[in-house]
């Protein structure tokens, strides 16, 4: 996805090693970063303990293996640094300061999603408390930077919630459209009425869908709703929609590394 690629500067390394018990290093490296999904991952994998956002904005890469570490290698390198480099025998240096962002970003995935779904909220008339009650208590979750595995314990059922509330209303919206369709004519008060109502489609769908991963990952048409979230303003960053966008991309993959690793997958099916 070239809008995650190009959103910010990468670090790239070569790094030269013992294997120990493992076939080669890239198999060393893999096993201590922990799985591409973090969520899927466990306590003392990189991804995981440093809460990666989905399988694309997860922290860190490492190639499968010594051929395409090379080959990777050698996007950023030319030959004679990498071969420098497998012949090294200095150990790795590096300034904290150099590497830290000037302006740090949050990309926490459920923070992220939070703060779009309250924006969605201000387009929806009917249970606004009730919805404001559950992402209030999503934000509190979310405060504490629980462990991935607590934390999605915590938000499984308010998620869950959210996500059929959300299913109501759209229904809700979609009976009231055909009724009003079926009123007398009436070209600008029924237009009103209309682009009223599907705002507040867009809106319940987009909380409907941050709020369940397994509808998330069916969902086909989100270049479209993020399209129509983007031009009332529900996303207010561009790493916003880049934590929203990329999610999606990749959750179909997320809820089988999900169930693969016997993690829930958190839904209101």
Do not use: C
């Amino acid at each position: 996805m070239p809008k995650v690629f190009s959103q910010a500067p990468v670090i790239p390394m070569i790094l030269i090693g013992d294997p120990g018990e493992f076939e080669h290093l890239s198999a060393k490296l893999r096993y201590i970063i922990g799985p591409t999904t973090p969520d899927a991952g466990k306590p003392g994998n990189l991804r995981y303990d440093l809460k990666g956002t989905n399988r694309v904005l997860n922290i860190i890469h490492a190639a499968d293996d010594p051929a395409a570490a090379i080959r990777e290698a050698s996007v950023f390198f030319d030959l004679d640094e990498i071969l420098d480099a497998m012949l090294s025998t200095e150990e790795v240096r590096y300034d904290p300061d150099e590497i830290v962002p000037e302006e740090p970003v949050n990309l926490l995935r459920w923070r992220t999603f939070n703060e779009v779904k309250l924006e969605a909220l201000d387009y929806i008339d009917i249970r606004r408390a009730e919805i404001q009650e559950l992402l209030d208590r999503e934000a509190e979750i979310v405060a504490k930077e629980l462990p991935i595995d607590e934390e999605r314990l915590a938000l499984k059922e308010i998620e869950a919630r959210l996500s059929m509330i959300a299913s109501e209303i759209m229904e809700e919206i979609d009976k009231e459209l055909v009724r009003n369709a079926r009123l007398p004519a009436d070209p600008k008060g029924k237009g009103r009425l209309a682009e009223r109502l599907e705002d507040s489609l867009v809106a319940a769908n987009m909380i409907k869908l941050l709020s369940d991963e397994r509808a998330l990952s069916d969902e086909s048409e989100f270049d479209k709703l993020l399209m129509f979230s983007l031009s009332r303003e529900l996303i207010g960053s561009g790493w916003g929609e880049v934590v929203v966008h990329s999610t999606w991309a990749v959750m179909p993959q997320m809820v089988k590394d999900l169930e693969k690793n016997g993690k829930v997958v958190i839904t209101s099916s």
